[in-house]
Nanobody, 125 residues
Framework: QVQLVESGGGSVQAGGSLTLSCSFSGDTYKTLWMGWFRQLPGKEREGVASLSAGGSFYYADSAAGRFTISRGNSKNTVNMRMDSLKPEDTAMYYC???????????????????WGQGTQVTVSS
């Protein structure tokens, strides 16, 4: 059973940077499709970035050019560096994992069966 634990959230001023980490047990990123999602209160969870088991990267338009998803030094960590943060990036960020998609896209929350508890990111202006 894969379990995910996010870390690295916090409060920063606009223009600052944060690196989120997703540590997991029970499998490695070589067999998992990993995704980062975020959610505001009352809003739907939205895809931010994803890293396939084969090493392909995907980004939401809002994240492209500012966020970078990467594999950690161990086979059980996936990171997401967030640069040039904006107040609108403020949200709860979740790590998600799935071994095999069922025909959806990387940003489809229904494709992921394994979720972490989330880490809060707050960006002040």
């Amino acid at each position: 059973q894969v379990q995910l634990v996010e870390s690295g959230g916090g409060s920063v001023q606009a223009g600052g940077s944060l690196t989120l980490s997703c540590s997991f047990s029970g499998d490695t990123y070589k067999t998992l499709w990993m995704g980062w999602f975020r959610q505001l209160p009352g809003k739907e969870r939205e895809g931010v970035a994803s890293l396939s088991a084969g090493g392909s990267f995907y980004y939401a338009d809002s994240a492209a050019g500012r966020f970078t998803i990467s594999r950690g030094n161990s086979k059980n960590t996936v990171n997401m560096r967030m640069d040039s943060l904006k107040p609108e990036d403020t949200a709860m960020y979740y790590c998600a994992a799935e071994r095999r998609f069922r025909g959806g896209t990387w940003y489809d929350t229904n494709e992921y069966n394994i979720w972490g508890q989330g880490t809060q990111v707050t960006v002040s202006s």
